[in-house]
Structures are given as C-alpha cells and as structure tokens.
C-alpha cells in the first residue's frame, strides 16, 4: 500500500528497562487502546508508537506527492478538455492529500523540513506503485482503477486508527479519493465502449502491465510482514496485507467484466468452496527490487520531487523576505499612530 | 529475497542531506465554517510566510468541495492549549456538584416539563 514500506524496514528493540512511572503510562496507553479509544497529539505515547506513526504517516504522505508525477505526465496530452480538468482536480487533490498527511505527522514532533529531506535524500520509502511508467493515456483511467481503487481498500480501514490525527486526516481523504476511482472507471469505460480496436486494446495493454504492481502495493504476504502485528495490536493497522488483497481482487474481478477486460492472470478464478477469487503467485522478486530503488522509475521520481524542491526554493525565500518586509512596514505604523 | 539484501543494495541518488536550508514557512491552524449558523471548526494546518498567505492555502487546501464559507487562520504558536497531563483534574466530570444539572430537580408532575 502507500505505507507497504512499513512491513519492509529493519524491526527495532524496544528498550526493556522502563521506569515505573513509565510503565504505568504505558499501561493506561495500552488500556486506552484496547477499548477503542483514540490517542491525540500530546497525549503520552510509547516512543516505539511514535516513530512508528512518524514513519507510516510520513511514507504515505511522500507516496501521495510522488503519486503527481506520473500522472501530471499527461496532464498535456488528456484527450479532451474535460479529461484535463479532471486529471488536474485530480492532481491537486494528491497534493492535498500529501499535505493533510504531513501536518498529521508533524503533530508527532518531526518538521516538513526534516520529513521532505528524508524523501529528497532517498532515505524515505513511498509506494513501489509510482515506479512504473504511464506509457499510454489509458494508463491514467487503470491509475484511477486499480490504484485508486487499492489505495481505498487500505485507506478506509486507517480512518480508525488508534491516532487521531491520522484518522482525521484519512476520513477527509477517503471523501475525496472516490472521485478518483469512478473518473478511472468513467474514461476507460469510453474508451472500451465508444473506442476503436486501437483504444480496446490500448486499455487492455494497461490492464496487463498494471495488474501485478497493484496487487503489490497491499505489501508483502502477512508471514513476511515485519511490523504488522505490533501495529495491529496498537491500532495501526486494521487489516492484515493478504486480507485486503483478497477483498480487492475480489472486488476488482466483478468490475473488469463491465468494463470488457481481462486480467493477465491464467489462474484467476472464482473458488465456489472459499467463497474468493483464486490467483496466481505474485513475482515479489520484483517487489523487492522496485522497493529496493530498482523500478523502472525510481531514479526519475525523485529526481523530479528534487528538482521542484530545488527549483521553488527562491519562491519559498522571497514569501519570508515579503512577509518579514510586511511586518516590519505594519510594526513602523503603529508605532507612527 | 529477504529484507536484508534490499537494504544491501546500492542506495537511490538521492541528494544529500542540508543543513544550510532557509527556516520553513510558519504552522497555521485553520477554522472553517460550514455554513452561516454554524461554529467555525478545526480543521486541519499548514505552513504559509504569512496570514493573507495562509487564508489564501486553507482555501486551496480544505475547502475545494464546498466545505466552507469563512476561514480562519492562527499561527500555531500562538495557541495556548491545556495539558493533557491534567485532563483529570481539569475535567472533573465534578459528580458531587449534581445540582449543576436540571434533571437533580424534583418537580410537580404539572410543573414538570419546565
């Protein structure tokens, strides 16, 4: 998912020496936990489920920003001035997002300044799914599918996460994010039943080279995801990698017959006894090395947020030389008056 | 391949780290209203130079749905919040005052409503 690389970082030792002032915190954050209750910013938390959320919070708010970029990629080209308007509300909304998650770890005690050096020096993780290419217009409505459409499976379970500004933010996201999948449905739906052969088949192309790296973003398989029971049992995560999966390609399966596609998977199918669609394996081979900084994208990615960092820094500073100036103009006023 | 060989890889050409970077723009805290009637609520925050700045962000940031009609906007430091070490004894939900509440009074069925 947009965290997926929650399950990939190195497991840390808690401390095992606690004070007993420290346990007896411990113990009421736990209890409050455990019947539901919600921990907000200032509260006392465990160092361990801070730094946790700093890095979950933090890597779903870069994927959010590096999500722009592969489709700003055809914010020139959209087909029709409809398509633009929407592809650019789109795009805006993805910085929105990245925006509400940003200041929701920022309540944790870390500066944007600090969170954005962590994506721009390639220390910090974001979805392996913005790795890959947008190499045809098609691309943008499966984005909106089938990313989209994963990134809701995961993010609607998060609006219950134990940490409330988290899920404050994640309910305002979760409002929005619908848009995007039904836009992606919407434009490929043109294409299959309005399009020529070349568009059919264009969005068939999509479909095929989209499906796996989809699949992925839920992370890998539960036996082989190092943090997921700590933060299950913190109220981090909700449900488990392989659990959401399911329910998305279950979901996913019915939609690809209204639409007229086909999944590239010879071994998907409806399993009457399991009550779920069965597929086929997934080549985590290429996880791994797309989260390893291997996809096809990865150089460019961040290249790109770099650059646009880089690029506005002159913007950033003269806001602060023209509000500074602002200040000291009104400061001069009123002391005239 | 396990965890330990993707960390084993070459790392991504990232830039490396600043520390000479100009400070950041200041937090806000923005309010929004609703709808005329309603009480201006927190919403969210965000970094702008300045307030005309940050009126203008919260617009682009929190309202793009027609989620408000009036914004506002306060620079985070200058809040002065309640410790959250104290809830208890702040917040006493005070059950030996009853007679704050309207339901401690027995009234005359006729008279009851009141």
């Given at each position: ?27 009421a ?35 959010e ?23 650019l509300?789109?795009?805006q ?9 940003y ?61 409330a ?105 409806f ?28 150089q ?38 | ?11 991504l ?72 070490g ?29």
């Open positions: 998912m947009y965290t997926q690389a929650m399950d990939t970082a190195p497991r840390e030792e808690r401390k095992a020496v606690r004070s007993v002032a420290e346990a007896q915190l411990e113990a954050f736990e209890a409050r936990i455990d019947e539901g209750g919600f921990i907000e910013a200032k509260d006392w938390m465990p160092e361990h489920y801070r730094k946790t959320l700093v890095r979950q919070i933090s890597q779903h708010a870069h994927s920003f590096v999500g722009m970029l592969p489709e700003g990629n055809w914010v020139t080209r959209a087909p029709t001035l409809k398509r633009k308007a929407i592809l509300a789109k795009i909304d993805e910085a929105g997002h990245g925006l509400y998650l200041a929701a770890a920022e309540t944790l005690g870390v500066s944007r300044d600090q969170l954005l050096d962590a994506l721009h020096s390639g220390k910090a993780k974001y979805s392996s799914i913005f790795n890959y290419p947008t190499l045809s217009w098609a691309d943008i409505g499966v984005i909106g599918w089938l990313v989209d459409g994963a990134a809701i499976m995961n993010q609607v379970p998060l609006t219950r996460c134990s940490y500004p988290y899920a404050r933010a994640m309910v305002r996201i979760c409002r929005e994010e619908s848009f995007h999948q039904r836009q992606g449905f919407d434009s490929l739906l043109v294409m299959m039943k309005d399009g020529s052969d070349d568009q059919r088949a264009m969005v068939q192309d999509a479909v095929n080279r989209w499906w796996w790296p989809s699949l992925m973003m839920f992370g890998p398989p539960d036996g082989e995801s190092v943090h997921g029971a700590q933060s299950a049992r913190w109220g981090i995560k909700r449900i488990s990698n392989d659990d959401l999966r399911q329910k998305f390609i279950d979901a996913t399966v019915e939609q690809a017959q209204v639409l007229g596609v086909s999944m590239p998977d010879p071994l998907l199918k399993n009457d006894a399991r009550g779920h669609c069965d597929f086929g394996p997934i080549d985590w081979d290429e996880f791994w090395r797309v989260v390893g900084g291997h996809g096809p994208c990865n460019e990615r961040l290249a790109a947020r770099v650059k646009a960092w880089d690029d506005g820094a002159w913007v950033r500073d003269a806001a602060m030389a023209h509000a500074a100036k602002q200040a000291r103009k009104q400061a001069r006023q009123e002391q005239a008056a | 391949m396990s965890e330990t060989s993707v960390q084993d890889q070459t790392p050409q990232g830039r490396p780290t600043s520390a000479t970077a100009a400070p950041e723009w200041p937090l806000w805290e923005v309010f929004v209203r609703a709808k005329a009637g309603l009480d201006h609520k927190h919403c969210g925050s965000l970094h702008a130079a300045d307030a005309p700045m940050a009126v203008q962000l919260a617009r682009e940031v929190y309202t793009r749905r027609q989620e408000g009609t009036s914004v506002w906007v306060v620079r985070s430091s200058d809040i002065t919040a309640s410790d959250p104290d809830k208890a004894m702040y917040f006493d939900p005070m059950e030996d005052k009853v007679y704050r509440h309207p339901t401690f009074y027995e009234l005359p069925e006729a008279v009851n409503h009141m």
